[in-house]
């Protein structure tokens, strides 16, 4: 290894060892929220739905909303794309919002929840629940990194093109680590390329270069009203069929997703949803209505969008895996669980390669990892009870696997690699001196 290829070799393992525990978090996260749906419908029975073929009135959902949430005001309405699940409607009700699940088929109130694992696993994954701009940018910087750590390793990894199959040198347990690093590595570099790009499209976005945002986002249409005060209950008395009905006659072959119910007469009706245009988000099709005469104020079609808006709608999908269903799902999962392992692999063949030689250690980087990860615990607690009103059930679930996670991180971190990086060398073997012959 040339004096360049091991400048690259250290820079790789510099990140996979002094970062590592946030990297493990965000990638985790990250793992965890593409099957978050799923754990929804296994952990909280009322979000459960049969699927049917004929769906019921959202009018129905309505009426039956307000009869659960007398009180209640409707802030956004969600169909998630699998139909084994419950439309998730917010609804906030002296000051808490609730996820409330409605069976789309029977239009019937099922239950609800203040937390569920999609949106905590999101809202990890996505700020890590810092506040202020300083989450987003904190996770986003990883997606440069995870760049770096691949362009590093096929830098001073030889010849990685012809070593899909190859695992060998069973030697000992070192070997074994190293070699399945590499090997996992290789086969889920197809994934590493598209997080990190899909990342780096996501800071090119939030930092607005090259007006992505603004293409991508455009604002929503304004209506002259002569009421613009905010009215609790004016989305429960939007006619949503008949919203729903004059989006796809804008739309041939919608099927509304999201809608976002106006809060008072000035604010539109806002439909999302997917129509025969492939792997685009949601937002690729847009439909505004003027929620008091209903007129439609804006329409934007998937197939008529510019190239910038299509590949700024393409990102969630491609980043999540969510775009050709469960199976897709699935093998996201796999290989994000993959990238995770590979963060743990990493720190024990650097540290057992490369650290035990000098005696060195993460240092400095080992408190600046655990007070991150204590700002994010505090910032995560603060919002689970302040916002989001998490039952104690759900937060001693969530303390449980924080512990869980700290047990293994203080057992490799402040127990295992210590002695390794202790390990000494074996001492030189002593030359035998010359036996005089008489």
């Not at 743990?344 to 240092?363: A, D, E, P, V």
């Not at 990860?373 to 104690?392: D, E, K, R």
């Amino acid at each position: 290894m040339n004096i360049k290829k091991k400048s690259f070799f250290n820079l790789h393992g510099w990140i996979g060892l002094n970062l590592s525990l946030l990297f493990f978090v965000v990638c985790f996260s990250g793992t965890l929220a593409t099957l978050s749906h799923e754990m929804d419908w296994l952990f909280i029975p009322d979000s459960r739905a049969i699927p049917s073929a004929q769906k019921a009135s959202r009018n129905l959902i309505v009426s039956n909303l307000k009869e659960a949430y007398p009180e209640g005001e409707l802030e956004y309405w969600v169909t998630p794309d699998e139909p084994y699940l419950c439309n998730i409607l917010y609804v906030r009700e002296d000051g808490a919002r609730f996820f409330v699940f409605a069976n789309p088929y029977t239009g019937q109130i099922q239950g609800s929840a203040t937390l569920t694992f999609q949106r905590f696993f999101r809202d990890l994954h996505y700020y890590l629940f810092i506040p202020f701009q300083v989450g987003h940018f904190t996770v986003l910087i990883f997606a440069f990194l995870l760049l770096i750590s691949l362009v590093t390793a096929l830098v001073f990894f030889k010849k990685w093109y012809a070593k899909f199959f190859t695992l060998t040198n069973w030697s000992n347990r070192l070997m074994l680590y190293r070699n399945l690093h590499r090997l996992g590595g290789l086969w889920a570099l197809p994934f590493v390329l598209l997080f990190s790009l899909t990342g780096v499209w996501y800071f090119a976005e939030r930092t607005n270069l090259f007006d992505i945002s603004t293409v991508g986002n455009p604002a929503a249409p304004k209506i002259v009203a002569e009421s613009a005060e905010k009215d609790p209950g004016f989305a429960l008395q939007v006619d949503y069929d008949r919203a729903v009905r004059m989006a796809r006659e804008q739309i041939p072959g919608l099927d509304v997703r999201d809608i976002s119910p106006p809060s008072h007469a000035g604010q539109p009706i806002y439909l999302t949803g997917k129509n025969e245009v492939p792997l685009v988000r949601n937002r690729a099709n847009r439909v505004y209505i003027d929620p008091v005469n209903y007129e439609i104020l804006s329409v934007q079609r998937a197939d008529a969008i510019p190239v910038k808006m299509w590949l700024n709608d393409i990102m969630d999908p491609l980043h999540f895996g969510n775009w050709g269903g469960l199976w897709t799902k699935i093998l996201w999962f796999l290989f994000g669980a993959i990238i995770s392992g590979l963060v743990f692999s990493g720190i024990w063949i650097y540290q057992k390669r490369t650290l035990k030689k000098n005696g060195g250690g993460m240092g400095i980087w080992r408190y600046i990892n655990w007070f991150i990860l204590a700002t994010v615990l505090g910032f995560m607690y603060y919002m689970l009870v302040t916002t989001y009103n998490a039952s104690p059930r759900a937060l001693s679930a969530i303390t449980a696997g924080w512990l869980l996670f700290f047990v293994i991180i203080y057992y490799l971190f402040e127990i295992r690699l210590p002695r390794l990086s202790k390990v000494s060398r074996p001492a030189p073997r002593k030359k035998r001196e010359p036996v005089s012959q008489i």
